[in-house]
């Protein structure tokens, strides 16, 4: 069970750096779900080889959906990197240039320019990290919001029904709306995590701490993130089916909106 959630963005460059978040949690939200992947690790073994570009490519949307579904398995193998693109005829009119950026894309899992491409009209760029890290550019950010909303929902919700017997009926999550986490964008940009290992019922309500780490990420190992401050708790109400950010008075430095 997920213990905690980490979201730091660059709006600068619409790049989402997260641990808690899975490659299956990305395929079963987006809605711009992609046409073909160009996979940016030179010896994937996955996918059929492009000449063009020396690189893999993965075509049409089943054989992506089937992708997605073994990367699970294919962890500590291949590394999970990859670009979206439209067209193939378009892939083939790529300078030598532009598919050298892309190798520096893929090697440095940075970009030197715009992640987003003309001729590829991709809408992601994907790339699994170190320590269960995974970093994505996203052309919309509301698709991220999206994933992100699911992924809290459910784990609220697997908290929420971990005891629960056989014969109990589950208790139904309301989904977080796109809008509220919205509202926490400011905070995303400071690097923030929500700590569901501190969660408990109190009077009908389910407590999310929200601590910043910024982008000390070393501070995700174990639980060193709760000696940070606590900037804001995200609440759940059991009987209203409501959630609600509640900013820390004593931390009013840092606006929500």
Same mark, same amino acid.
């Given at each position: 069970m997920t213990e905690s959630v980490y979201v730091h963005i660059d709006t600068t460059s619409n790049a989402v750096l997260t641990k808690g978040l899975t490659a299956?949690? #990305? @395929?079963?939200? %987006?809605? *711009?779900?992609?046409? /073909?992947?160009?996979?940016?690790?030179?010896? @994937?073994?996955?996918?059929? $080889?492009?000449? *063009?570009?020396?690189?893999?490519?993965i075509r049409g949307t089943e054989n992506i959906q089937r992708f997605f579904s073994s990367s699970r398995n294919r962890r500590g193998f291949d590394e999970l990197k990859w670009i979206d693109f439209t067209d193939l005829t378009m892939l083939k009119e790529l300078t030598p240039l532009e598919i050298s950026e892309l190798l520096y894309f893929g090697h440095m899992k940075t970009h030197l320019h715009s992640p987003f491409f003309y001729k590829l009209q991709n809408n992601f760029v994907y790339f699994d990290l /170190?320590?269960?890290?995974?970093? %994505?550019?996203?052309? $919309?950010?509301?698709? #991220?919001?999206? %994933?992100? @909303?699911?992924?809290?929902?459910?784990?609220?919700?697997?908290?929420?029904n971990v005891k629960k017997s056989f014969f109990k009926k589950e208790t139904p999550v309301e989904k977080i709306s796109v809008e509220l986490l919205k509202e926490m964008r400011n905070l995303m940009q400071e690097g923030i995590i929500f700590s569901f290992d501190q969660v408990g019922l109190i009077d009908g309500e389910y407590r999310i701490p929200i601590h910043v780490i910024e982008d000390y990420v070393w501070k995700l190992k174990g639980t060193r993130y709760r000696e940070e401050e606590i900037i804001a708790t995200l609440i759940y109400s059991v009987t209203d089916r409501h959630w609600q950010l509640v900013e820390d008075a004593d931390l009013s430095y840092l606006p929500l909106k």
């Open positions: 299956t949690d #990305f @395929a079963n939200s %987006i809605v *711009h779900f992609p046409q /073909n992947l160009l996979l940016l690790d030179p010896s @994937a073994s996955a996918g059929e $080889y492009e000449s *063009h570009t020396g690189l893999k490519v /170190n320590d269960q890290l995974n970093r %994505i550019y996203y052309r $919309y950010l509301d698709e #991220f919001y999206r %994933i992100f @909303a699911s992924k809290l929902s459910s784990i609220l919700s697997d908290k929420i």
